[in-house]
């Protein structure tokens, strides 16, 4: 495998997961970016984990996500019902706030970050990658179908209404954050492997509007339109000429902009979706007979 064809695979498989990390929480209408913090800490654990400690992949992976589980559930606690904006808010200030520390800290790099990582067999990193992407999607699979699904559904309309019915905000709001940021910090140490370095750069803001450009052009009503967009909103502009590259994240902001004026639930919606679902058993209840 050519190594360019390695990084886009790996990499699309991390895009996917915190694309699909955003789009948990925003089942109940909250913009959870404490993903991208959570990706932080549990990277530079891992890094400092592997590189010092010794410590195996399947530890560390475990760990990040223990890690970022916590560090989710603790900050639900305050922001688990709490308004889109002021979730907003916290998951951008726990970005400038994680950076900052690594910046000043030289046993984590300083500002240059950690380099040499010990790496991981290419293959497994990618079987590791998808497997957890699979698994992942069979669980928000199962939870989009479910009761607490349409309890997130009828939460993102009317959260007094949904409450009326029973919908506990502030706990499904929580379990939502938790899950989220527990794929946060797996993406940060499957990150931290495919490139075999850290920087205080890496998981910034470029990485979050990258991946809300690809939940909301994909379609943020589903998680299918992050499996479409991610691979092409990354993959596409790898090629164009450097001079053009280097607008990425501009290009990004625009299509956001121009998707969310002219087809505000993104390529692929939820009534998309169903008609899928109901052509495919159909079909398969014809075969059947």
């Known amino acids: 495998m050519s190594l360019p064809l390695y990084y886009f695979l790996a990499t699309t498989a991390v895009y996917i997961l915190v694309s699909w990390s955003f789009y948990l929480p925003y089942r109940v209408g909250q913009l959870h970016f404490m993903t991208v913090a959570n990706m932080t800490i549990s990277g530079y654990f891992?890094?400092?984990?592997?590189?010092?400690?010794?410590?195996?992949?399947?530890?560390?992976?475990?760990?990040g996500i223990g890690i970022g589980a916590l560090v989710g559930y603790v900050t639900s606690n305050a922001i688990g019902?709490?308004?889109c904006f002021a979730v907003v808010i916290v998951g951008f200030t726990f970005i400038f706030i994680t950076k900052t520390v690594v910046e000043n800290i030289e046993f984590l790099g300083g500002a240059y970050?950690?380099?040499?990582?010990?790496?991981?067999?290419?293959?497994?990193l990618l079987i590791v990658a998808y497997g957890f992407v699979v698994l992942i999607g069979i669980f928000i699979y199962r939870f989009d179908h479910s009761m607490l699904g349409r309890a997130a559904s009828a939460l993102f309309i009317d959260k007094t209404l949904a409450g009326s019915f029973?919908?506990?905000?502030?706990?499904?709001?929580?379990?939502?954050?938790?899950?989220?940021?527990?794929?946060?910090g797996a993406a940060g140490v499957l990150y931290i492997y495919?490139?075999?370095?850290?920087?205080?750069e890496y998981f910034t803001f470029h990485l979050l509007g990258a991946c809300?450009?690809?939940?909301?052009?994909?379609?943020?009503a589903t998680q299918w339109?992050?499996?479409?967009?991610?691979?092409?909103?990354?993959?596409v502009p790898l090629l164009f000429p450097p001079e053009i590259a280097s607008w990425r994240i501009v290009i990004y902001g625009v299509l956001l902009i121009i998707v969310l004026v002219l087809k505000p639930e993104g390529i692929i919606t939820r009534r998309f979706v169903h008609k899928v679902e109901h052509s495919f058993s159909r079909n398969k209840a014809n075969m059947k007979e």
């Open 225 to 235: 339109g992050v499996v479409l967009a991610a691979p092409l909103l990354y993959g």
């Open 166 to 184: 029973g919908v506990n905000p502030k706990h499904l709001g929580m379990l939502l954050q938790s899950w989220a940021s527990a794929i946060g």
């Open 81 to 83: 019902d709490a308004p």
């Open 46 to 63: 891992g890094a400092i984990a592997a590189l010092y400690w010794n410590w195996p992949f399947a530890l560390v992976f475990l760990a």
């Open 212 to 220: 809300m450009t690809m939940l909301f052009v994909g379609g943020y």
């Open 113 to 124: 970050g950690l380099f040499g990582l010990p790496g991981l067999n290419k293959t497994v």
């Open 194 to 200: 495919c490139m075999r370095s850290l920087s205080p």
